[in-house]
């Protein structure tokens, strides 16, 4: 069942703009590599904002990513990822998410919007765990939040691959996002 019209309460949630704490953040991803195993990176991110209303339901998220920053622990893979044959760091330098909806469905809270990575936006949903909302030693009253989705990167123009000589392909079509966010309720 999707409940897109109602009004939901989330224990600590306050109205208000969220911005992103880039030091508790951390956006990582995973692929299949050779069919056998999976490659782990991360990126860093640029900047996100939630404008929250009363109602969650009608949240609005703005984020960017600084694919620039990839980092997979093997230097030779992340320059290649930078390359024109992933991201096209030289003319993509950001991947960005803007959300066009929220909803609840089965006791999910989904969050839709447009992810665009060089320069192809397709529509993603992103899956949100609520880790839970605290004041900080300084006073910011924080929220922490997971969201997952996964994307087929061919959608997105990154389609380089090998194939393998026992068969198969060297790098995965599907990639898993996630998103481990802690923002802060901007003061008035």
């Given at each position: 069942?999707?409940?897109?019209?109602?009004?939901?309460?989330?224990?600590g949630?306050?109205?208000?703009?969220?911005?992103?704490?880039p030091?508790?953040s951390?956006?990582?991803f995973?692929?299949r590599?050779?069919?056998?195993s999976?490659?782990r990176?991360?990126?860093?991110?640029k900047?996100a904002?939630?404008?929250a209303?009363?109602?969650?339901?009608?949240?609005?998220?703005?984020a960017?990513?600084?694919?620039?920053?990839?980092?997979?622990?093997?230097?030779?893979?992340?320059t290649?990822l930078?390359s024109?044959?992933?991201?096209?760091?030289?003319?993509?330098?950001?991947?960005?998410?803007?959300s066009?909806?929220?909803?609840?469905e089965?006791?999910?809270?989904?969050?839709?919007?447009?992810?665009?990575?060089r320069?192809i936006?397709?529509p993603?949903?992103?899956?949100?765990?609520f880790?839970?909302?605290g004041?900080?030693?300084?006073?910011?009253?924080?929220?922490?939040?997971?969201?997952?989705?996964?994307v087929?990167?061919?959608e997105?123009g990154?389609?380089?691959?090998?194939?393998?000589?026992?068969?198969g392909?060297l790098?995965?079509k599907?990639?898993?996002?996630?998103?481990d966010l802690?923002g802060?309720?901007?003061?008035?």
């Open positions: 069942m999707t409940d897109t019209t109602s009004t939901i309460s989330i224990p949630y306050k109205a208000g703009t969220w911005v992103l704490d030091s508790h951390e956006v990582t995973s692929v590599h050779m069919m056998i999976k490659v990176g991360t990126f860093g991110m900047s904002t939630l404008v209303p009363e109602n969650p339901l009608d949240a609005k998220v703005e960017s990513v600084d694919v620039t920053s990839v980092d997979t622990k093997d230097e030779g893979r992340d290649h930078r024109a044959d992933f991201f096209d760091v030289e003319n993509h330098p950001t991947m960005e998410f803007r066009t909806g929220a909803r609840v089965g006791g999910d809270f989904l969050v839709d919007g447009d992810l665009t990575i320069g936006t397709k993603v949903t992103f899956d949100f765990e880790g839970g909302f004041v900080d030693p300084w006073g910011n009253y924080k929220a922490g939040a997971t969201a997952k989705a996964v087929n990167r061919e997105f990154l389609t380089w691959n090998a194939a393998l000589e026992a068969g392909v790098v995965g599907d990639i898993t996002i996630t998103l802690q802060a309720l901007q003061q008035d």
